[in-house]
């Protein structure tokens, strides 16, 4: 099912959206759910990224361990360059 939803857009809007439509083989319509759906995608994945962002950091303050960013840093340039390291190891750093 799908609800129907009324947008009041400035006519320098609505024409800027006809003509990218067009140009994308777009109806106006299909053109803007794309674009709210890209827009909701994006905010979604930033959320989530926020929240991992805060369990990681509940999950430091409560244990104290961390890798070493240069550690970190050597390891993935290494990966890039086909160089085999071991895996940083977590350190106690409180």
Do not use: C
């Amino acid at each position: 099912m799908m609800a129907t939803t009324s947008l009041k857009l400035p006519d320098s809007l609505k024409e800027r959206i006809a003509k990218l439509a067009e140009a994308a083989g777009k109806t106006p319509h299909a053109y803007m759910v794309d674009a709210i759906e890209q827009e909701a995608s994006r905010s979604e994945k930033y959320q989530a990224f926020l929240a991992e962002a805060e369990a990681s950091w509940q999950a430091y303050q409560a244990t104290g361990l961390a890798y070493d960013a240069d550690e970190v840093n050597a390891y993935f340039r290494a990966k890039l360059q086909g160089v085999e390291l071991p895996k940083p190891a977590l350190k106690k750093y409180k």
